[in-house]
């Protein structure tokens, strides 16, 4: 089995748009969306659930009104303001530290785990998915990444897949290094603009660090045939496979808009283009 993640360095160069593709070309795929801040490969794939997680992601304080003795111990070491003064704990203010727990005299102050978003594994036309939602605000989407991943990886042995394909996040923070465990070729999609340039260089330099090939895709290149030159240089410069380039077209977004992956959704040209992009990506992984 082959494992790749596709990222972008930034949002908006059409990551997702391509992995749909991937996964409407690859045959025996498992496909796991990492961006778990602002999933949406779900739009693509129509995805039907058949199993529910919850995601806990950290710790809250609870404290116990029959141990407590009122000392106000906790109230006076808690830097964030999360024990009131009669003495209750407020979820959305606890960092979950647990110094309240270490502190209380009495042991009335402890921890729970706190529920921070759902994961879910679905049916789809082109296989299962491994998705997820971490709640407004919350923390660990690192974490839940991982998790995701792993249950995919799980999925993808007992069915003997060919490809685990990770629709990864943007940027290069937690979530990006936890998508990129265990990977064997980086996909980077990037586009002809000043930004995407400089994202998709921090991007594969996060890869290299983990010692992680990566190949790269141009977006849109006619856009800014100067600027898709420039990419192929730095590429060829750095060792790092041309995967191939896709042309600016509406049909692109009107694909989103009807939540088709656009290698099916009738443009030939972009249908080549990702196709050939596929064959070449699948030669790239193997060698």
Known sequence: MKNIVVISGKGG?????????????????VTV???????????MLH??????????????????????????????????GAISDDFRSDIYSCEGCGLCALVCP???AGMADRISGKWFVSDTEYG?????????????SGKLVSRIK???????????????????????????????SGADLAVIVTEPTL??????KRVAATAEHFGIRSAVIINKWDINAENSAFIEDYCKAGNIELLGRISFSEAAGRSVSAGIPLVNFGDEELAGQIKEIWKKLKETAAA
């Open 106 to 108: 009495s042991g009335a």
């Open 128 to 140: 299962p998915l491994v998705h997820a939602e971490l709640g407004i605000g919350e923390e660990n």
């Open 47 to 80: 995805p039907k659930i058949r199993r529910r997680e919850n995601f806990t992601g950290g710790k809250y304080a609870v404290i116990d009104a029959e141990k407590c003795l009122k000392c106000g111990r906790c109230v006076e070491m808690c830097r964030f």
């Open 150 to 180: 792993q249950a995919a990886a799980d999925i993808a042995e007992k069915i003997s897949a060919e490809w685990l394909i990770a629709d990864g996040p943007p940027g290069t923070g937690c979530p990006v290094m936890a998508s990129l």
């Open 33 to 43: 969306d990492c961006d778990v801040d602002a999933s949406d490969m779900h739009l």
């Open 13 to 29: 160069t059409g990551k997702t748009t391509v992995t749909a593709s991937f996964c409407a070309l690859a045959e025996k795929a």
């Open 195 to 200: 930004s995407a340039i400089h994202d998709m």
